[in-house]
Protein backbone atom coordinates (compact mmCIF):
# COMPACT_ATOMS: atom_id res chain seq x y z
CA UNK A 1 0.00 0.00 0.00
CA UNK A 2 1.05 3.21 -0.66
CA UNK A 3 1.12 6.48 1.45
CA UNK A 4 1.71 10.11 0.45
CA UNK A 5 2.41 12.62 2.16
CA UNK A 6 1.61 16.77 1.22
CA UNK A 7 4.75 18.87 2.66
CA UNK A 8 3.20 21.21 -0.06
CA UNK A 9 0.64 21.65 -3.27
CA UNK A 10 1.77 25.36 -4.06
CA UNK A 11 3.03 25.85 -7.73
CA UNK A 12 3.96 29.31 -9.60
CA UNK A 13 5.57 32.21 -7.98
CA UNK A 14 3.22 33.92 -6.16
CA UNK A 15 1.81 30.98 -3.77
CA UNK A 16 5.52 29.74 -3.29
CA UNK A 17 6.85 33.38 -2.00
CA UNK A 18 3.73 34.29 -0.43
CA UNK A 19 3.12 30.31 1.13
CA UNK A 20 -0.62 30.90 0.28
CA UNK A 21 0.23 27.00 0.06
CA UNK A 22 3.09 25.57 1.53
CA UNK A 23 5.76 24.06 -0.93
CA UNK A 24 7.81 21.27 0.82
CA UNK A 25 7.42 18.67 -1.68
CA UNK A 26 5.53 15.06 -1.22
CA UNK A 27 6.72 12.22 0.52
CA UNK A 28 6.13 8.60 -1.17
CA UNK A 29 6.44 5.76 1.44
CA UNK A 30 6.09 2.38 -0.62
CA UNK A 31 7.25 -0.91 -0.21
CA UNK A 32 9.60 0.10 2.46
CA UNK A 33 10.98 2.89 0.92
CA UNK A 34 10.53 6.88 1.77
CA UNK A 35 11.11 8.73 -1.25
CA UNK A 36 10.65 12.95 -0.58
CA UNK A 37 10.03 14.17 -4.35
CA UNK A 38 10.40 17.81 -5.24
CA UNK A 39 12.28 19.42 -2.00
CA UNK A 40 11.36 22.92 -2.25
CA UNK A 41 11.23 25.67 -0.21
CA UNK A 42 10.27 25.22 3.56
CA UNK A 43 10.75 21.45 3.16
CA UNK A 44 12.49 21.08 6.61
CA UNK A 45 9.97 23.02 8.44
CA UNK A 46 7.22 21.00 7.27
CA UNK A 47 8.24 17.96 7.76
CA UNK A 48 8.45 19.00 11.32
CA UNK A 49 4.99 20.59 11.44
CA UNK A 50 3.84 17.27 9.65
CA UNK A 51 5.72 15.05 12.02
CA UNK A 52 7.66 13.63 9.31
CA UNK A 53 10.70 11.96 9.57
CA UNK A 54 13.22 12.99 7.55
CA UNK A 55 16.07 10.84 8.39
CA UNK A 56 14.48 7.64 7.55
CA UNK A 57 14.17 8.58 3.65
CA UNK A 58 15.84 6.47 1.47
CA UNK A 59 15.16 8.23 -1.40
CA UNK A 60 15.03 12.18 -2.93
CA UNK A 61 14.18 12.42 -6.33
CA UNK A 62 14.13 16.20 -7.50
CA UNK A 63 12.64 16.83 -10.88
CA UNK A 64 13.84 20.50 -12.38
CA UNK A 65 16.09 23.16 -11.67
CA UNK A 66 13.53 25.56 -10.30
CA UNK A 67 13.59 26.64 -6.68
CA UNK A 68 10.08 25.57 -5.96
CA UNK A 69 11.15 22.40 -6.48
CA UNK A 70 14.78 22.47 -4.84
CA UNK A 71 15.61 24.88 -2.44
CA UNK A 72 15.96 22.69 0.85
CA UNK A 73 17.69 19.79 -1.38
CA UNK A 74 20.81 19.85 0.58
CA UNK A 75 19.57 19.81 3.44
CA UNK A 76 17.15 17.24 3.36
CA UNK A 77 20.54 15.46 1.74
CA UNK A 78 21.89 15.71 4.83
CA UNK A 79 18.31 14.55 6.67
CA UNK A 80 18.72 11.08 4.82
CA UNK A 81 22.40 10.22 6.01
CA UNK A 82 21.75 11.78 9.26
CA UNK A 83 23.44 14.50 9.62
CA UNK A 84 25.77 13.86 6.58
CA UNK A 85 27.27 11.09 8.89
CA UNK A 86 25.88 8.07 7.14
CA UNK A 87 25.94 7.20 3.55
CA UNK A 88 22.91 5.82 2.90
CA UNK A 89 19.97 6.41 0.30
CA UNK A 90 19.39 7.33 -3.16
CA UNK A 91 19.58 10.89 -5.34
CA UNK A 92 17.86 10.67 -8.78
CA UNK A 93 17.49 14.16 -10.75
CA UNK A 94 16.99 16.12 -13.56
CA UNK A 95 20.18 16.73 -15.71
CA UNK A 96 20.72 20.16 -14.33
CA UNK A 97 19.84 19.57 -10.67
CA UNK A 98 22.83 17.81 -11.04
CA UNK A 99 25.28 19.56 -13.77
CA UNK A 100 23.46 22.83 -14.58
CA UNK A 101 23.56 24.16 -18.44
CA UNK A 102 22.79 27.48 -20.00
CA UNK A 103 20.51 29.66 -17.27
CA UNK A 104 20.96 26.98 -15.21
CA UNK A 105 23.25 26.10 -12.30
CA UNK A 106 23.55 22.77 -10.37
CA UNK A 107 21.16 22.70 -7.62
CA UNK A 108 23.52 20.55 -5.60
CA UNK A 109 27.34 20.85 -4.28
CA UNK A 110 29.95 18.08 -5.02
CA UNK A 111 29.75 17.95 -0.96
CA UNK A 112 26.00 16.85 -1.22
CA UNK A 113 26.62 14.67 -3.98
CA UNK A 114 29.14 12.60 -2.49
CA UNK A 115 26.63 12.08 0.83
CA UNK A 116 23.71 9.44 -0.28
CA UNK A 117 24.81 6.06 -1.54
CA UNK A 118 24.19 6.71 -4.84
CA UNK A 119 23.05 9.98 -6.99
CA UNK A 120 22.41 10.03 -10.54
CA UNK A 121 20.58 12.33 -12.97
CA UNK A 122 18.16 11.10 -15.38
CA UNK A 123 17.19 11.96 -19.22
CA UNK A 124 13.52 11.12 -19.80
CA UNK A 125 12.73 7.49 -20.70
CA UNK A 126 15.57 6.72 -18.85
CA UNK A 127 14.93 4.02 -15.66
CA UNK A 128 16.84 2.67 -12.59
CA UNK A 129 16.66 1.24 -9.19
CA UNK A 130 16.09 2.60 -5.55
CA UNK A 131 15.38 -0.58 -3.68
CA UNK A 132 13.64 -2.93 -4.71
CA UNK A 133 11.41 -0.09 -6.73
CA UNK A 134 12.03 0.79 -10.20
CA UNK A 135 11.84 4.99 -11.19
CA UNK A 136 11.20 6.10 -14.48
CA UNK A 137 11.72 9.35 -15.90
CA UNK A 138 9.31 10.67 -17.93
CA UNK A 139 9.51 13.66 -20.16
CA UNK A 140 8.44 17.30 -19.40
CA UNK A 141 7.60 20.71 -21.80
CA UNK A 142 8.51 23.32 -19.24
CA UNK A 143 10.97 26.40 -18.93
CA UNK A 144 13.79 24.29 -17.38
CA UNK A 145 14.29 22.06 -20.60
CA UNK A 146 15.74 18.97 -19.34
CA UNK A 147 13.14 18.41 -16.43
CA UNK A 148 11.59 15.04 -15.55
CA UNK A 149 8.14 13.31 -14.19
CA UNK A 150 8.75 10.08 -12.54
CA UNK A 151 6.76 6.82 -12.80
CA UNK A 152 8.04 4.61 -9.53
CA UNK A 153 7.06 1.24 -9.58
CA UNK A 154 6.69 -1.26 -6.97
CA UNK A 155 3.56 -3.25 -5.54
CA UNK A 156 1.62 -0.15 -6.87
CA UNK A 157 2.63 2.03 -9.65
CA UNK A 158 2.67 6.17 -8.62
CA UNK A 159 3.20 8.72 -11.41
CA UNK A 160 4.27 12.44 -11.01
CA UNK A 161 3.91 14.60 -14.10
CA UNK A 162 6.17 17.57 -12.32
CA UNK A 163 5.83 21.45 -14.30
CA UNK A 164 4.72 20.27 -17.81
CA UNK A 165 2.51 21.21 -20.24
CA UNK A 166 0.48 18.56 -21.59
CA UNK A 167 1.94 17.51 -25.16
CA UNK A 168 0.35 14.51 -27.64
CA UNK A 169 2.65 11.93 -26.56
CA UNK A 170 2.95 12.61 -22.97
CA UNK A 171 0.12 9.76 -21.65
CA UNK A 172 2.33 6.84 -23.30
CA UNK A 173 4.38 7.33 -20.31
CA UNK A 174 1.30 7.64 -17.38
CA UNK A 175 -0.48 4.17 -18.50
CA UNK A 176 -1.82 1.84 -15.71
CA UNK A 177 -1.34 3.55 -12.77
CA UNK A 178 -2.34 3.14 -9.37
CA UNK A 179 -1.84 6.88 -8.29
CA UNK A 180 -0.99 9.90 -10.76
CA UNK A 181 0.14 13.07 -9.31
CA UNK A 182 -0.40 16.10 -11.67
CA UNK A 183 0.62 19.70 -10.72
CA UNK A 184 -2.06 21.95 -12.75
CA UNK A 185 -0.55 25.56 -12.49
CA UNK A 186 -4.24 27.02 -13.94
CA UNK A 187 -7.89 26.61 -13.50
CA UNK A 188 -10.56 26.44 -16.66
CA UNK A 189 -9.88 28.79 -19.45
CA UNK A 190 -6.45 30.23 -18.63
CA UNK A 191 -4.12 28.75 -20.31
CA UNK A 192 -0.67 29.52 -19.19
CA UNK A 193 2.51 28.44 -21.41
CA UNK A 194 4.24 25.34 -20.06
CA UNK A 195 2.34 24.31 -17.39
CA UNK A 196 -0.99 22.41 -17.21
CA UNK A 197 -4.38 23.69 -16.63
CA UNK A 198 -7.41 21.63 -16.05
CA UNK A 199 -8.44 22.01 -19.77
CA UNK A 200 -5.31 20.20 -20.97
CA UNK A 201 -5.51 18.31 -17.64
CA UNK A 202 -8.82 16.79 -19.53
CA UNK A 203 -7.30 16.20 -22.58
CA UNK A 204 -4.16 14.65 -20.87
CA UNK A 205 -6.42 11.88 -18.53
CA UNK A 206 -8.80 11.31 -22.07
CA UNK A 207 -5.58 10.40 -23.91
CA UNK A 208 -4.11 7.68 -21.55
CA UNK A 209 -5.87 4.10 -22.11
CA UNK A 210 -5.40 2.21 -19.12
CA UNK A 211 -6.60 4.98 -16.64
CA UNK A 212 -5.08 5.46 -13.49
CA UNK A 213 -7.31 4.45 -10.54
CA UNK A 214 -6.66 8.17 -8.79
CA UNK A 215 -5.33 11.30 -9.50
CA UNK A 216 -4.23 14.02 -7.51
CA UNK A 217 -4.25 17.32 -8.85
CA UNK A 218 -1.72 20.18 -6.70
CA UNK A 219 0.68 22.49 -7.63
CA UNK A 220 -1.64 25.29 -7.48
CA UNK A 221 -0.94 29.13 -8.76
CA UNK A 222 -3.51 31.52 -7.47
CA UNK A 223 -5.80 31.52 -10.50
CA UNK A 224 -6.21 28.12 -9.45
CA UNK A 225 -6.56 28.84 -5.70
CA UNK A 226 -9.28 31.65 -6.60
CA UNK A 227 -11.39 29.19 -8.87
CA UNK A 228 -11.00 26.99 -6.10
CA UNK A 229 -9.17 23.38 -6.81
CA UNK A 230 -11.64 21.33 -5.18
CA UNK A 231 -14.43 22.60 -8.02
CA UNK A 232 -11.43 22.17 -10.67
CA UNK A 233 -11.06 18.27 -9.24
CA UNK A 234 -15.10 17.62 -9.23
CA UNK A 235 -15.22 19.05 -13.09
CA UNK A 236 -12.22 17.07 -14.12
CA UNK A 237 -13.50 14.00 -12.79
CA UNK A 238 -16.60 14.07 -14.38
CA UNK A 239 -15.70 14.81 -17.63
CA UNK A 240 -12.84 12.39 -17.56
CA UNK A 241 -14.69 9.16 -15.47
CA UNK A 242 -11.54 9.35 -13.31
CA UNK A 243 -11.49 9.52 -9.39
CA UNK A 244 -9.53 13.20 -8.93
CA UNK A 245 -8.80 15.00 -5.67
CA UNK A 246 -7.23 18.45 -4.86
CA UNK A 247 -4.59 18.03 -2.70
CA UNK A 248 -4.24 19.50 0.97
CA UNK A 249 -1.22 20.77 2.55
CA UNK A 250 -0.52 18.14 5.19
CA UNK A 251 -2.53 15.89 3.48
CA UNK A 252 -2.00 12.13 3.99
CA UNK A 253 -3.28 9.59 1.36
CA UNK A 254 -3.13 6.37 1.75
CA UNK A 255 -4.88 3.37 -0.72
CA UNK A 256 -5.73 0.59 1.11
CA UNK A 257 -6.31 -3.04 0.48
CA UNK A 258 -10.09 -3.15 0.66
CA UNK A 259 -10.32 -0.83 -2.20
CA UNK A 260 -8.36 -2.95 -4.51
CA UNK A 261 -10.24 -6.17 -3.80
CA UNK A 262 -13.41 -4.58 -4.50
CA UNK A 263 -12.72 -3.53 -7.70
CA UNK A 264 -13.88 0.07 -6.87
CA UNK A 265 -10.59 1.52 -7.31
CA UNK A 266 -8.39 2.80 -4.61
CA UNK A 267 -10.31 4.15 -1.69
CA UNK A 268 -8.52 6.54 0.27
CA UNK A 269 -8.29 6.97 4.03
ZN1 LIG B 1 9.06 24.54 -12.83
Not at 52 to 58: A, D, P
Given at each position: MAKITFLGTAGGRVTVLTQLRASGGIILELDGEMLHID???GALVRAKQYK???????GILCSHCHPDHYTDLEVVIESMTQGAKKKRGVLLMGENVLKGSGDFRPAVSPYHIKLPEKAASLKPGEKTSLGSLEIKATPTRHGEPKGIGFVISGSEKIGYTSDTEYFPGLERHFEGLDVLIMNILRPRNTEWPEHMSTNQAERFLKAI?????LVIIQGFGMKMLRANPFREAAWLGKRTRVKVIAARDGQVIETTREGKKQGLGKFIK
Open positions: PGPVRLRKLTKRKPK
